[in-house]
Nanobody, 122 residues
Framework: QVQLVESGGGSVQAGGSLRLACAAS????????MGWFRQAPGREREGVAM???????IYADSVKGRFTISRDDAMNTLFLQMDSLKAEDTAMYYC????????????????WGQGIQITVSS
């Protein structure tokens, strides 16, 4: 079955960087849409970034120019490089996958990781 396991979370000061990883099993990352979402306390979950099976990337406006999504297909792992972090980036971050499609849409993810906490102090 599909499993997604996040790692790399933690605390950092504003302006710092963190890199999240998501180890996938049960399907091939290179053929499918994968993404990152986040949810802050009291707020709805929001999409952060997506990468399609052929490599096209899509970002939320709030993270454009600061976050980079990438994939290592040999490792079957998804990454999120987060730079110039702000206090408002504080949230639980979730890895997600659409195991049935190579193209992405924010509302079509059907597998989720457990989530990992990112805390940015100002």
């Amino acid at each position: 079955q599909v499993q997604l396991v996040e790692s790399g979370g933690g605390s950092v000061q504003a302006g710092g960087s963190l890199r999240l990883a998501c180890a996938a099993s049960g399907f091939a990352t290179k053929r499918h849409c994968m993404g990152w979402f986040r949810q802050a306390p009291g707020r709805e979950r929001e999409g952060v970034a997506m990468i399609e099976g052929f490599g096209r990337t899509i970002y939320a406006d709030s993270v454009k120019g600061r976050f980079t999504i990438s994939r290592d297909d040999a490792m079957n792992t998804l990454f999120l490089q987060m730079d110039s972090l702000k206090a408002e980036d504080t949230a639980m971050y979730y890895c997600a996958a659409n195991a049935g499609s190579w193209w992405c849409r924010w509302d079509l993810f059907d597998h989720w990781g457990q989530g990992i906490q990112i805390t940015v102090s100002s």
